[in-house]
């Protein structure tokens, strides 16, 4: 399979490498799942890294042929589409633009980074949200986040 998939209570997270349908199936199963134990929409968030391919046009027509379902169960739905600079900000806003018709008003964000998403959610599910991304981050599926600088830090005056 080409995609991890994570769940906590009232959370799913999954992050991508090739889509194929079959792990859109297991995606919508784990959705479907993670409603009737949480007895109510999820928050879903799935996480494309730079180096992900594009889908297939076919796995892309069964991906919208499956969307209304899955957004069905969703309170509201994450795309971290990572990447900096001009390329990956035109990116995001296809996958915007794509998507954001099927979604109810203010349901569907596409971010660059894990950490804008917590903002995007309403306060009573953001424990819900910090707890799959929390899992995620421990089992290696989020990126680490390069140092703030790659200079070395400057020593501190000597002392009186």
């Known amino acids: 399979m080409s995609c991890e998939i994570i769940a906590t209570k ?7 490498g090739k889509p194929q349908r079959a792990d859109m199936d297991r995606i919508e199963a784990q959705i479907r799942t993670s409603v ?9 968030i799935t996480r494309v890294p730079v180096e992900a391919p594009a889908p297939d046009p076919e796995v892309r027509k069964y991906l919208n042929s499956i969307m209304p379902r899955i957004m069905q ?18 990116k995001r806003g296809i996958v915007t633009s794509l998507f954001q018709l099927g979604f109810r008003g203010g349901s569907f964000f596409v971010h660059s980074t894990v950490q804008e998403i917590e903002m995007r959610v309403d306060r009573r599910v953001r424990p819900n949200v910090a ?21 070395p830090p ?7």
């Open 36 to 44: 009737a134990e949480f007895g109510g929409p999820v928050v879903y």
């Open 10 to 16: 009232g959370a799913v997270f999954s992050l991508w």
């Open 154 to 160: 400057r020593p501190s005056p000597p002392g009186p």
């Open 73 to 90: 169960s969703c309170s509201t739905y994450h795309v971290v589409l990572e990447g900096n600079g001009f390329l990956a900000a035109m």
């Open 131 to 151: 707890a799959v991304v929390e899992l995620a981050d421990r089992r290696g599926l989020l990126r680490r986040s390069a140092p703030a600088s790659s200079t």
